[in-house]
């Protein structure tokens, strides 16, 4: 039987390819984010990733576990982990052609609001970072634990970005949006 750390880098391989593979159907971009901005949450999510993986040997007195080994709460964390990768891939689906990988507008873009787009502004980072809080359960580390709140901020200023972005291109109509829809979490 497959132990949930070995389910966990599983699912993140299938979601790491499936994504390589469905960026070769992104529209062309037409206005892309400057080097420094992509730069500005791109260094603070490596440094969460490096914590959440657990892969660098400087980490060693971060690698504690932080409560007792119970399959059942690594299982738990798998679960958590799918439903998250679940609702990036719909997101991702839904924005379609649109998709991009850095802050940038489409050509034709347009605003989507349909779908998991009803129910956060970003609902591909709200599925990562529940993806990401089920793979720090399952890891059961300080260090992923700990790079839990950075990858959270390095999304967090990425949204912030692409926010700047669209209420540019597409002013009170986003407005109307970012006032009838929270930005990462339902209901808050």
Request: charged share 15%; proline share 7%.
């Amino acid at each position: 039987m497959i132990a949930p750390l070995d389910a966990i880098g599983l699912l993140w391989t299938v979601w790491l390819i499936g994504w390589a593979l469905a960026a070769f159907t992104a529209a062309r971009s037409v206005v892309r984010q400057p080097l420094p901005a992509r730069l500005a949450h791109t260094l603070i999510l490596v440094a969460g990733a490096m914590l959440i993986t657990g892969q660098n040997p400087r980490l060693a007195p971060l690698l504690r576990p932080v409560y007792p080994v119970r399959a059942w709460i690594g299982w738990a964390g798998v679960i958590v982990c799918v439903v998250g990768l679940g609702f990036a891939v719909w997101a991702r689906v839904q924005i379609g052609r649109l998709w991009s990988g850095a802050v940038a507008l489409k050509a034709e873009h347009a605003l989507v609001r349909g779908g998991p787009y009803a129910i956060t502004r970003h609902p591909i980072y709200s599925g990562l970072l529940l993806a990401l809080l089920g793979t720090a359960i399952t890891r059961d580390t300080e260090a992923a634990f700990l790079g839990l709140p950075l990858l959270f901020a390095g999304l967090f200023v990425k949204a912030k970005q692409e926010e700047s972005l669209l209420l540019e291109r597409f002013g009170p109509e986003y407005e109307k949006y970012r006032a009838e829809v929270p930005a990462l979490i339902p209901h808050l």
